[in-house]
């Protein structure tokens, strides 16, 4: 260990795993070093940039040995984009540390019995997964190591994603292997024309400037559809710009426009203006019955990112729910109702619950584009929806399902299941650490039965989990 430019210095260091942020994780000692895009099976001297009590975070001066997982970055934005970070890992090795780590929430956090933990389910495609993306315009580019860093730097203008860290500052994105054509097509030729027409970009810390955000959504079914928000801006702007993106790219399903003036980026509460087309798209998907469940998606819908893995995560819920076609279905959590109108062709009814108003008035919509009657929604805060008084009105649940956000569930969520006592849960997770803290509670009354980590983020560190619990007694 040496002292350099006042910073700690390691040789040969053994990373031996790797963090949820894609750093990899190695000891001198009892110090724990984080070390940038070094991979497990690494040996490397490293620097530290940053120190604290207990760990210091690093980057690799030299790399010794290189790990037998590691392989080459395929994105030349990788390292400074905050997407993905495991892109240096083998997929195969991504997908071990997956499982290990919904292993690691499970097992040590909730104590319960991992043995027979079904193993990942891998996404189909490790690139252009999306369906989604959304890019943010920017007059204060991130510039690259060697360019010029002075106030006069030229053509600071950026359309792209945040710095991790910096809410001010975008990276200038020139490709992204996260959405199939047109969407880099499309990004590229929009922020061309920006800069000859000399629309101005957004500046994030100042709030001025015309060009906000660039959202870009596509379908199985090969819709697609574009939303440009703008800010401070001038009809003769958007009339030009809208008119180039309408001319350009015919094969635009759902072109839309909003002016957004408030201080953050959410469009929830923001007038919808369509150009062309209607103001959704469709995505499909087959269901238990071998019926096609159509689910219209607007500027302002949630819907699973990775069609093809949100099918397969589906798929699995209804498979641990082991459905008979009699039973009463709550759904929690329910969003624009998907889970819910794919399960809905197999039981007696379905009862979807979902803090966001706007989710809700989706989730009746997909209900009546397919003919489905049995499903019934409710919008509100989960803990006060959910109590003995809408059991009493809808009655209790045969099967609970639950896809809550990272949070994990609230307290008195948790607590209200314990007191239904449904014979199955199915818990769908983003996050493992807060299902098995969930779990901890749950786990007094309920048997774990299954677990199903699933891949829904390619070269990421996120993982998908689902668990049936059923009843004891």
Same mark, same amino acid.
């Given at each position: ?35 940038? *895009? ?17 760990? /210091? ?64 389910? +891998? ?16 007059? *204060? ?23 991790? /860290? ?111 087309? +209607? ?84 989730? *009746? ?7 489905? %009657? ?21 009655? *209790? +649940? ?6 809550? +956000? ?18 199955? %849960? ?48």
């Amino acid at each position: 260990m040496n002292k350099a430019a006042n910073n700690l210095f390691f040789e040969n260091v053994a990373i031996i795993d790797i963090a949820e942020e894609g750093k990899g994780v190695g000891k001198a000692g009892d110090f724990v070093l984080f070390v940038e *895009k070094a991979v497990p099976g690494d040996i490397a001297d490293v620097q530290v940039y940053r120190r604290k009590k207990n760990f /210091g975070e690093a980057k690799i001066t030299q790399l010794k040995k290189p790990s037998d997982f590691r392989t080459e970055a395929f994105c030349e934005h990788f390292g400074t984009c905050g997407g993905c970070k495991w892109q240096h890992m083998t997929y195969d090795v991504q997908l071990k540390f997956k499982q290990k780590t919904v292993e690691g929430a499970l097992g040590h956090l909730a104590k319960i019995d991992v043995s027979g933990m079904l193993p990942i389910a +891998p996404s189909p495609a490790d690139r252009y997964y999306r369906n989604k993306l959304e890019f943010t315009f920017s007059n *204060k580019r991130w510039l690259n190591d060697g360019e010029n860093r002075t106030e006069d730097a030229p053509d600071m203008d950026a359309l792209g994603f945040h710095i991790p /860290g910096r809410f001010d500052k975008i990276l200038d994105v020139k490709h992204c292997y996260l959405q199939a054509d047109p969407s880099n097509d499309l990004r590229n030729r929009i922020r061309d024309y920006a800069k000859q027409q000399g629309i101005s970009f957004y500046n994030l810390k100042q709030h001025e400037g015309a060009l906000r955000n660039l959202i870009i959504r596509t379908s199985s079914t090969g819709e697609l559809m574009v939303i440009v928000v703008f800010a401070y801006t001038t009809q003769e702007e958007i009339n030009g710009l809208m008119s180039f993106i309408d001319q350009s790219f015919p094969e635009i399903t759902s072109l839309l426009y909003i002016v957004n003036q408030k201080k953050n980026d959410t469009i929830f509460d923001q007038e919808v203006i369509a150009w062309r087309g +209607p103001e959704y798209i469709y995505e499909e998907m087959i269901d238990g019955n071998g019926k096609t469940v159509r689910f219209r998606i607007g500027p302002k819908s949630f819907y699973q990112t990775n069609s093809v893995q949100a099918l397969k995560l589906y798929q699995i819920t209804r498979d641990f729910a082991g459905f008979k076609g009699d039973e009463l279905v709550y759904d929690l959590y329910t969003g624009a109702g998907t889970i819910a109108n794919f399960v809905a062709g197999q039981v007696k009814a379905v009862v979807g619950v979902e803090y966001v108003p706007s989710a809700i008035e989706d989730a *009746k919509i997909n209900s009546q584009i397919n003919n489905i %009657i049995n499903t019934k929604f409710y919008a509100g805060d989960m803990k006060d929806v959910l109590n003995a008084e809408f059991v009493a009105t809808h009655g *209790k +649940p045969d099967v609970i399902i639950t896809d809550p +956000p990272r949070a994990g569930m609230h307290p008195d969520v948790v607590a209200r299941l314990m007191e239904i006592e449904a014979e199955k %849960i199915v818990y769908v997770s983003c996050n493992p650490a807060t299902q098995a803290r969930d779990l901890v509670v749950l786990k007094e009354k309920y048997d774990v039965v299954k677990i199903q980590p699933v891949d829904m983020f390619p070269h990421t560190q996120h993982v998908e989990n689902v668990v049936l619990l059923v009843i004891r007694g």
